[in-house]
T-cell receptor
Framework: DVKVTQSSRYLVKRTGEKVFLECVQD?????MFWYRQDPGLGLRLIYF???????EKGDIPEGYSVSREKKERFSLILESASTNQTSMYLC?????????????FGPGTRLTVL | RKEVEQDPGPFNVPEGATVAFNCTYS??????FFWYRQDCRKEPKLLMS???SGNEDGRFTAQLNRASQYISLLIRDSKLSDSATYLC???????????FGTGTSLTVIP
């Protein structure tokens, strides 16, 4: 079974802090994604990566950056956390050609910014 | 206009009922379509892909109507375990982005 793990289930940070969310997948998937999920807005794509060191902006990249130094790991960075970044963050991975294949999600990190 | 729109529900149906969800998408260039299921406080998981010819998996049937730009999910003989939120997902390939609907909530009542 594919396993996608995220470093924390719950995280509480203060405004202005730098926040790192880590995601690791164990199935050698090429593609990895970061989403945030908010009530009434659904899942929105922040960034995705289709290869090591490659990254592409999604719909809402402002205030975020990402890093993919190894194939199995995709990190989301909040450079200076703000209260409007309080959300559920979901990481996902998929195999092969972007767009065609199933995405496997991690359990999510619920981030609260005070 | 949102890329993908779903009726949020909630749909409350008795066990054994048939229920259908629709989802509309705005971009005619959309190329791949999926239904995901998300249980409360859990991550989304793929329920089924949606193919042009329509496809069935047990009690679940998915249809695609490109002319009207909608996809549907039909659940027959509903079970209590079908209670979840169902997410419609569309990909336009050219932008390599997946667009998720906000989900339709289903509760199957004993």
């Amino acid at each position: 079974d594919v396993k996608v793990t995220q470093s924390s289930r719950y995280l509480v940070k203060r405004t202005g802090e730098k926040v790192f969310l880590e995601c690791v997948q164990d199935m050698d998937h090429e593609n990895m994604f970061w989403y945030r999920q908010d009530p009434g807005l659904g899942l929105r794509l922040i960034y995705f990566s289709y290869d090591v060191k490659m990254k592409e902006k999604g719909d809402i990249p402002e205030g975020y950056s990402v890093s993919r130094e190894k194939k199995e790991r995709f990190s989301l960075i909040l450079e200076s956390a703000s209260t409007n970044q309080t959300s559920m963050y979901l990481c996902a991975s998929s195999l092969g050609a972007l767009g065609y294949n199933e995405q496997f999600f991690g359990p999510g990190t619920r981030l609260t910014v005070l | 206009r949102k890329e993908v729109e779903q009726d949020p529900g909630p749909f409350n149906v008795p066990e054994g009922a048939t229920v259908a969800f629709n989802c509309t998408y705005s971009n005619s260039a959309s190329q791949s379509f999926f239904w995901y299921r998300q249980d409360c406080r859990k991550e989304p998981k793929l329920l089924m892909s949606v193919y042009s010819s329509g496809n069935e998996d047990g009690r679940f049937t998915a249809q695609l109507n490109r002319a009207s730009q909608y996809i549907s999910l039909l659940i027959r003989d509903s079970k209590l375990s079908d209670s979840a939120t169902y997410l419609c997902v569309v990909n336009m390939l050219t932008g390599n982005q997946f667009y998720f609907g906000t989900g339709t909530s289903l509760t199957v009542i004993p």
